[in-house]
């Protein structure tokens, strides 16, 4: 489902200082039971709109990509995507849409979900909390105006790197957190 800008509800009252910032670094674990993969546990990320997978009533495969930068593929893969009548969720970098204005609007158009990966891909616990907000709403903001479409309003922490603090940023915000439950180079 596809979040809008015009009913997104952006919170400004929460205390920042008073959530932990320890930084986690994202994992899942295989099975050969064909279950849903283990992952990170350390809190329930779901109490911060975070999930890796997405409850349904029927078996789905989300596919998902990280595009911090362009190395060649995109194109390929889109036609394929197309070819098989897929839809997928890429999650972009400001430097991306910058570098391939075409490639973010053909992803739009063909009717991809085109996310938020950051302007500058930094482990964002690292960052201040306004330095956070402004990774994921300066990212949003070049994307509609250099592109004309909104970014959809998902997010991928860089790196796989975030904290209580950086997930309840991404939630007050209006973003969906997104993790991976497998992962290929």
């Not at 320890?22 to 990170?40: I, M, P, V």
Request: hydrophobic share 30%.
């Amino acid at each position: 489902a596809r979040l809008s800008h015009e009913n997104r509800n952006v919170k400004t009252d929460t205390d920042y200082d008073a959530i932990d910032n320890t930084l986690y670094a994202w994992w899942f674990k295989r099975n050969d039971d064909h279950e849903k993969s283990g992952c990170q546990q350390d809190f329930e990320i779901t109490d911060y709109d975070a999930h890796y997978t997405m409850p349904v009533s029927e078996k789905r495969i989300y596919l998902t990509f990280d595009c911090g930068y362009e190395n060649g593929f995109t194109a390929d893969i889109l036609d394929t995507l197309k070819e098989e009548n897929v839809t997928a969720a890429f999650f972009v970098t400001q430097t991306f849409v910058r570098d391939n204005i075409d490639l973010a609007k053909r992803m739009k158009e063909e009717g991809h979900l085109v996310c938020n990966h950051t302007v500058t891909h930094p482990s964002m616990p690292s960052k201040q909390v306004e330095e956070q907000k402004k990774e994921l709403l300066s990212c949003e903001q070049y994307m509609k105006e250099n592109t004309g479409y909104d970014m959809d309003l998902f997010f991928r922490p860089p790196k796989g790197e975030y904290s209580k603090r950086t997930l309840q940023i991404a939630k007050d915000l209006g973003y969906t957190t997104i993790f991976w439950s497998m992962a290929y180079l």
